[in-house]
């Protein structure tokens, strides 16, 4: 089965298999595919499944979506193709290999005549159009149990990663600890914690298995560390 791999800054957020023969991408919560981020609009883009063919669409998004670095309206899809959506890729793995002797796969641009490749300017606005949502008020994590490269983390990226990634923010140490093991975004509104798929996470002592809002003087727990979140007068 088809799957996507969704990614931030090259590490990744999430596997996500395809198997519905719709499935919508977007910001808000109802999304099958939810991209929280303020440079994806509230419905993005949709994924269908067309006999043996996977078809990615843009439905009328503010910041357009793009296959292969190309602005696009409607693109199949083949294995290897990366989607960028805000400021999120999405690399597609399938049996479905790209005839590269042909040109009849041409990425159309809203017009549906015209071949639209992304600039820097774009990127450059889609980046900003994310920023603007960054708050005032700085948080950070100070480490109680567990071994890491610090022992205070000031949260100052819009993403931060805690895991094995050598991009990991806060980077985990031993053989098995996860790549990826929680993400915590920073929104105008404050921070958020959110578990990766599959592994455990506690705040305060209780499961959480789905995004957490983080307050002043939450314990957080995972993958061997237990972390105090902080809001920096």
Known sequence: ???LMLKFKEAVVKEIL????VMSIGRKAENDIVIDNQAVSSRHAQITKEGDSIFIEDTNSLNGTYVNGQK???????NGDVVLIGVHTMEVISDKIRDTDTKSFAVRGRSMDETMVIAPDDQKKILASADKEKPDALGGFIVIEGTTDKKDYLLKERVTTIGKEDNAAIHLKGFFAPKIAALVNRRKEGY???????????VNGQDVNHRYDLKDGDIVETAGLKLQFYIKE
């Open 72 to 78: 696009i309206f409607k693109s199949e899809l083949f």
């Open 18 to 21: 395809l198997d519905k023969e």
């Open 192 to 202: 958020f914690i959110t578990p990766a798929s599959g592994k455990s996470l506690k």
């Open 1 to 3: 089965m088809a799957k």
